[in-house]
């Protein structure tokens, strides 16, 4: 039995979809676990350029088993169109994804409070408007519809019917026109029959697997500090991003995990509203910026940018239970004089070198200043290759984290990584 769990140990936007490509080759499941098509997953092949939302970053490797869990959301226009465009582009096979019954669909509803509320609140949060946190809110408010439920159109339009009738008033309250349930089917129908082939129980799939002893890699979205419950709460998805959400969001038990990857990159990036204390808002922040091309694969918003922070990895190592990382994105850290990372935080209570989650606002980074490096890392395929100071950085990244790094990304093409352990191993 062979599970491994591939997380974001930041705000996103770590390089998941690069490293879950890689990982791919020597796996024979992806499973996307939580999430919707707020993700923006980056696959680069050759001269190729996919940004996969809820297809899973397995697809590029036919052959391989894709399965869009129960713990997603899924926009049934986007997926098919999805689809499409992965056919067009030559994967075929993406005709063969699986996607859970239980999973629950993001409807023209969601999307429309999403973004009337993101209108009414200036952008507080800065959500990606694909109607994600609604949908969910309707989960676990009972009035949710999942994908096994657009098999009986019959009682579709009831069920869309109470779910608006839940909504109205919102919808009201935020100045909107409350939609009639008949339209709202009309509107998915041209893809229900799309989708409907591909429903079945993943859960039982992924659990065959893994006990017919094959590899099956768990793809999370978002990133540990985005998770609804562990999080920078209130400035959270709303989703289990972190690896236990892959035990709940794909329904196998945590015994079938083996291994949990943690993708950092080596320094940090946020979209959208809500705490960041080692943000750049100078030119080194610009200089992220642009060499590491950090701009939204999703809304294309610029991402904000600052440096590394180690106490925020700690906590992700913890609540994930952290085996290995994979460090991404070394390479836009050449030329940098020096590097300032956050070793601890000054707070209220005294210095800690612990990640104070609830109390940033009155808190502040401690920095310690490493060396940079002028050389190319690009070329490297090998931990001893990179210059001196480069390794240093990634060892300091290492010891934060408690675990070592298995993969380190030197760009974003597929062969520019040094891939040190067999991750499934
Ligand atoms: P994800 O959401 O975690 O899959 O990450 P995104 O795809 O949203 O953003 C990561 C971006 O960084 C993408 O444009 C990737 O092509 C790119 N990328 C991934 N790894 C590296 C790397 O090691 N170096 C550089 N320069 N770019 C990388
Ligand atoms: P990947 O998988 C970065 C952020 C949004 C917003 C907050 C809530 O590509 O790493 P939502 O639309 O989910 O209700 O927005 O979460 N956000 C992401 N930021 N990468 C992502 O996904 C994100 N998905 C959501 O910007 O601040
Ligand atoms: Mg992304």
Not at 10 to 36: N, S
Not at 220 to 244: E, K, M, N, R
Not at 387 to 408: D, K, L, N
Request: glycine share 12%; net charge neutral; charged share 25%.
């Amino acid at each position: 039995m062979s599970g491994v769990v591939i997380v974001g140990a930041q705000w996103g936007d770590e390089g998941k979809g690069k490293v879950v490509d890689i990982l791919t080759e020597h796996a024979d499941m992806v499973v996307r676990y939580a999430g919707g098509p707020n993700a923006g997953h980056t696959l680069v092949v050759g001269n190729e350029k996919l940004v996969v939302r809820l297809v899973p970053s397995g697809i590029l490797r036919a052959g391989k088993e894709c399965v869009l869990a129960q713990g997603m959301v899924v926009d049934l226009g986007r997926l098919v169109s999805e689809m499409d465009e992965l056919k067009t582009k030559g994967h075929a096979h993406v005709e063969r994804l699986r996607v859970s019954d239980r999973a629950h669909a993001i409807l023209p509803y969601h999307i429309l409070v999403d973004g009337l509320r993101e209108h009414k609140s200036g952008g507080a949060i800065g959500t990606t408007k694909r109607g994600v946190g609604p949908c969910y809110e309707d989960k676990a408010r009972r009035v949710g519809i999942t994908l096994g439920m657009l098999r009986d159109r019959e009682s579709l339009e009831k069920r869309v019917s109470a779910a608006i009738e839940a909504w109205a008033p919102t919808i009201r309250d935020l100045g909107g026109e409350v939609p009639l349930a008949k339209d709202v089917v009309e509107a998915i129908e041209p893809f229900r029959a799309r989708v409907l082939p591909l429903l079945t129980e993943t859960s039982k799939l992924v659990d065959d697997a893994l006990r017919a002893g094959k590899r099956v890699v768990f793809e999370g979205a978002q990133g540990t500090l985005l998770d609804v419950d562990h999080g920078t709460y209130p400035f959270v998805t709303s989703s289990s991003a972190a690896a236990g959400g892959a035990c709940t969001g794909v329904g196998i038990g945590p015994t079938r995990i083996q291994r949990v990857i943690g993708l950092v990159k080596a320094y940090c990036t946020r979209v959208g509203g809500g705490p960041f204390p080692t943000e750049l808002n100078d030119a080194n922040g610009e200089r992220l910026r642009k060499v590491g091309d950090e701009f939204g694969a999703v809304t294309g918003r610029p991402r904000r940018c600052g440096w590394l922070d180690l106490p925020a990895l700690r906590y992700a190592s913890r609540i994930n239970g952290l085996s290995s990382i994979a460090i991404t994105k070394l390479d836009v850290l050449t030329g940098f004089d020096e590097l300032k990372v956050c070793v601890a935080y000054k707070t209220p209570s005294g210095e800690t070198q612990d990640f104070p989650i609830d109390a940033l606002d009155v808190s502040t980074p401690i920095y310690k200043t490493f060396p940079g490096w002028k050389e190319q890392l690009g070329a490297a395929r090998l931990l001893d290759a990179l210059p001196e100071t480069a390794q240093a950085y990634v060892r300091m990244i290492e010891e934060a984290a408690g675990c070592g790094a298995s993969i380190v990304s030197v760009g974003y093409r597929r062969d520019e990584t040094i891939v040190r352990v067999d991750p499934f191993v």
